[in-house]
């Protein structure tokens, strides 16, 4: 695999900026990063930092400003709203702090989701579905409701949900953020385990903890990198 290849996310000079009546804020203020497949990111730094900002454009729910931000050899900023929700749903997989699972489904219901948007028949993803709840530890609980099972667990069907379409990257936002540290670690572990089997994470979060996990640290401070740490 060349180089080239095997970097999966680009931003180049990317500024993004937000305008408040007549002020200019500038949420990301020219940031250039790229990130190998395989990478484990924790992206840090305090309260307005840019973290959000930059989370929403890795995750195509935003564009830049200026300058460029390329996923998986697709140029983001030329592309149209229905052109970055199939990019969503074939190279992004995402994870919240608050799991966002839906609550009328079951935990197999809500694995099968992105699997439906991608046109997939009923067997299958059931077939599929009923392996990834194996996979993150939930084989018993595939019938259950989000409501009947633990914050860990919920988590781990967003993780199951999030990795349902194979994506090449995961963007977690503060995975850890509503769990125990106990519960936080092993969901940690479960994402560590992933990222050992391949899968490309980027994850915000603000606890030195949590991203110790992670094999690079991009510290933001007003819109910029401050500084990147490497190794774990
Ligand atoms: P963080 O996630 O690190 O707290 P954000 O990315 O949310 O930082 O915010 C970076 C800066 O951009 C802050 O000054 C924030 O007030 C501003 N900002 C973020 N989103 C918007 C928006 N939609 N409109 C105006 N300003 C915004």
């Not at 009923?130 to 530890?137: P, T």
């Not at 379409?165 to 572990?189: C, F, H, I, K, S």
């Amino acid at each position: 695999m060349t180089r080239e290849n095997s970097v999966v996310v680009h931003l180049e000079d990317v500024h993004k900026v937000y305008q408040m009546g007549t002020e200019k804020v500038h949420a990301l203020a020219g940031v250039s990063l790229e990130f190998e497949r395989g990478t484990f990111c924790a992206i840090m730094g305090p309260s307005g930092s840019g973290k959000s900002t930059m989370l929403n454009l890795l995750g195509c729910l935003d564009r830049p400003s200026s300058g460029t931000y390329t996923l998986a050899g697709n140029d983001v900023g030329s592309m149209g709203d229905n052109e970055l929700s199939e990019l969503r749903l074939r190279e992004l997989g995402f994870i919240f702090q608050s799991f966002n699972l839906i609550p009328q489904l079951t935990v197999r219901e809500n694995i099968e989701l992105p699997l439906f948007y991608l046109g997939w028949d009923a067997a299958r993803c059931e077939k599929h579905s009923l392996e990834l709840a194996d996979r993150v530890g939930l084989a018993d609980r595939v019938n259950h409701r989000p409501t009947e099972l633990s914050g860990g667990q919920q988590q781990r069907v967003a993780i199951a949900r999030a990795l349902a379409n194979d994506p090449r990257v995961l963007l977690a936002d503060e995975p850890t953020g509503n769990l125990d540290t106990a519960t936080g670690e092993q969901v940690m572990a479960l994402l560590c385990e992933l990222n050992d089997a391949g899968k490309t994470i980027l994850m915000v979060t603000h606890e030195a903890e949590v991203a110790a996990h992670a094999s690079r640290r991009i510290h933001m401070r007003d819109g910029r990198i401050e500084r990147i740490e490497e190794g774990n």
